[in-house]
């Protein structure tokens, strides 16, 4: 086995720090990934919200116009 010296270990510790760096950078690129997601998932949210909304407003119409059709049948005598 080889005997330990300073240009051996410097270049070790340079491979480390190397290894670090370009980890360092794959943690970044992760990071800014992992943001895009987070707000696409936010404006899916935020769309399903504004559908619900729709669906409720759709809803209270319709049951405005079912209570309407149910006054006129009443007036016109043709309730089952």
């Known amino acids: ?9 410097q270049s070790m510790v340079q491979r480390v720090l190397d290894r670090l760096s370009e ?3 794959e943690f970044r690129e992760v990071k800014l990934r992992l943001g ?8 899916i949210r935020s769309d399903m919200v504004g559908d619900a ?4 407003n759709l ?4 049951d405005r116009v ?12 043709i309730a089952g």
């Open 1 to 9: 086995m080889a005997e330990p010296n300073l240009e051996l270990l």
């Open 23 to 25: 980890h360092s950078d």
């Open 36 to 43: 895009s997601l987070e707000r696409a998932v936010l404006g």
């Open 53 to 56: 909304h729709v669906v409720a």
């Open 59 to 62: 809803q209270a119409q319709m």
């Open 66 to 77: 079912s209570a309407r059709v149910d006054r006129i049948e009443q007036r016109l005598d």
